[in-house]
């Protein structure tokens, strides 16, 4: 293992960088093509473009902008500053979205609160037939979905959804998936350094965290034909109060499916009286 990479996973570890060993390899291949495992050195050039990388990361820059791209399920997305950057635990409502679409022919899809459009491309990726339309609003993170959604014939639009359901016809859609802003006031303000980094708009779900919980299960359910869902991604600890507005504003099949790591992650509420019940 060559002197270069060691240096730059101390000084990541010494400035506190969450999986410092991970992120460091990440960075050596980046720049240099190479394993860090081998002891050839780098280029001058490299080096520099090393040094200026590793400072950015220790000032807990996520990797992900770093890098200009980051991998979700099967495919790769281009992510910057300005944008959400893609979980994992966010596939989890890709998967049940795919689940509940089967017996639907080609299925009318959105993503609200898109960012990246990593809901909506994971969507298209499996069912191909389906007409998925991404919705986001913030100037920032729209160029990061016009690069994703470009070629896939996945349509992009920029637009606030507290008000783009009136634009919506009645019974028109058969799927809705979000992962809206859900940090609570409290957790806004104790955020990591590299959340912090990210866009507080795409992570504020106001005082309690359900601004746009409430809003999405009082005002989306017309739009989805009878049977249709509305799956959303959640904080941790906000299951039964998603679950009890799904109830106050009449959605049935309420229920909660656990993230890889054994959180509460993702609700699922269906429209009654669905030709579409599973």
Known sequence: MNAVFRGLRARLEAAGVPDAAFDAAQLYRFVTGRDPRLEEAPSDEESRRLEALAARRAAREPLQYLLGEWDFLDFTLKVGPGVLCPRADSGGVCEAAIEKLPGCPAPVVLDLCAGTGCLGLGVARAR????????EKSPEAWPWLQANTAGTGVAAVQADIFTWYRTLRPESVDLILSNPPYLTAEEMARRMPETAREPAAALDGGPDGLDFYRLLTEHYQ????????????????????????GRRHGWHSGSCRRDYGGNDRVILLQKPDGEYRQ
């Open 222 to 245: 017309t739009a989805l034909r009878p049977g249709g869902w509305l799956i959303l991604e959640i904080g941790c600890a906000q299951a039964g109060a998603v679950l009890a507005l």
């Open 128 to 135: 191909p037939d389906a007409q998925v339309t991404c919705v």
